[in-house]
């Protein structure tokens, strides 16, 4: 199969990242007879310094005449660097909101799961570590609290604020749609949370999700309240397969799931709009701290292109050789500096690209 896939190497960590994520997939089309064809873009700081502007039109058309675009990361030092004394639009990370927009993606993707070998890093209790867990956060992405009207004004001598949770039937269903269609390719559950003890905007959600379902016999669904799920996600998070939830609750239980998880430097993370199309980019940021000196951990950008193939190309058998030589480098004890452990061999950002090719 032939596939364009524009890049966008970005700052800090992200040009040494993504050239280990392009490594693998050159790899993977060398074994399964594939072609990838890669074109560059700008965006965050770079877009900056040479373009006077995060991201330009030019760069978005090139994105849209894509079938999927890899991400680095972008942005740099928020104290020090200089993109920072600019107006906000101005700023690395307008870029990303600026393409999110464009290329109409509403749906976020972010794998939760503990690597075998990372059992040790994870900060739950050891029973439940020892079950180990593999969830999907499905988060509602352009809807929702944050995009709904708000003002700030004065009432009866009293500062009030008001924001807007809103939500419509479509996007609601939307965003069902590919919960359920992740689900399954996974193992066929979806746990879908809301708030519809209290919220009209939740017990919407909860009705269409319900319809949604009856397309999808084979595919299991609960609904979990938010309060219950935060909790359950600590308690026992082997029990979830999909999750599927609004903007807000989405923000905040996938960053508990990466926290769950132990590790920064292995999360991937996709944003999908309604066809095959994805932006694909590790949860982390551009770590400006270690960037330049290959100590960066490249394997949520290469689990990231893992998940491009799986969800925007359809390529699963692909994609489980690249998680599987994820997890052999992780058996045979190589760790970059941000994973390391007891016994275990340190490597280099590039080494780590070089030992996960090797496996495929
Ligand atoms: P960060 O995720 O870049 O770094 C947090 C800490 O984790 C740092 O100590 C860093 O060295 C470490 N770390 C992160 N990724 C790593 C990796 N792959 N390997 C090894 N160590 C890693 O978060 P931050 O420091 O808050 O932000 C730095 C910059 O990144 C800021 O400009 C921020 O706006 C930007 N950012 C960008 C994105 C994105 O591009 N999508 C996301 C988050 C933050």
């Keep these: 199969m032939n596939k364009k896939i524009t890049v966008i190497r970005g700052d800090g960590i992200g040009p040494e990242i993504v050239t280990e994520a392009i490594k693998v997939l050159d790899k993977v089309c060398e074994k399964f007879g594939h072609s990838f064809e890669y074109t560059d873009i700008l965006m965050g700081g770079c877009s900056i310094d040479a373009c006077g502007v995060p991201l330009t039109d030019e760069a978005v058309a090139t994105a849209k005449a894509a079938d999927a675009v890899l991400l680095g990361a972008i942005g740099g030092n928020t104290s020090t660097s200089p993109w920072y004394k600019l107006e906000p639009k101005l700023r690395p990370e307008a870029g990303l909101l600026k393409i999110r927009k464009e290329l109409g993606l509403f749906a976020n993707l972010r794998p939760a799961l503990l690597f075998d070998e990372l059992k040790d890093a994870c900060p739950l209790r050891a029973e439940i570590a020892e079950k180990g867990f593999d969830m999907m956060i499905m988060r509602e992405l352009t809807g929702g609290l944050y995009f709904g009207d708000r003002r700030t004004e004065v009432v009866d001598g009293l500062e009030t604020a008001v924001d807007t949770l809103i939500y419509n039937e479509n996007e609601i269903r939307r965003i069902a749609r590919k919960g359920f269609d992740i689900a399954m390719k996974r193992r066929k559950k979806v746990t879908s949370v809301d708030k519809a003890n209290v919220l009209d905007s939740s017990r919407l959600w909860r009705k269409i999700v319900n319809e949604v379902a009856k397309d999808y016999p084979e595919v299991e669904l609960e609904h979990m309240l938010v309060d219950n799920a935060a909790m359950q996600l600590v308690r026992d998070p082997a029990q979830f397969d999909v999750v599927l939830t609004e903007n807000m609750f989405g923000d905040i239980l996938s960053d508990e799931a990466a926290m769950v ?56 058998k692909e994609a489980d050789a690249v998680e599987a030589a994820v997890s052999t480098v992780l058996k045979e004890g190589y760790r970059t500096g941000d994973i390391k452990a007891e016994g275990c061999t340190v490597v280099g950002c590039r080494q780590m690209g070089d030992l996960i090719a090797s496996r495929i």
Aim: charged content about 15%.
């Design 261 to 316: 998880s132990g590790s920064l430097g292995m999360l991937a993370s996709a944003s999908l709009n309604d066809t095959k199309f994805g932006l694909y980019e590790p949860s982390h940021g551009s770590a400006p701290d270690i960037a330049g000196q290959d100590k960066a951990n490249p394997l949520a950008t290469i689990l990231s292109a893992a998940m491009m193939l799986r969800y925007s190309f359809d390529m699963d």
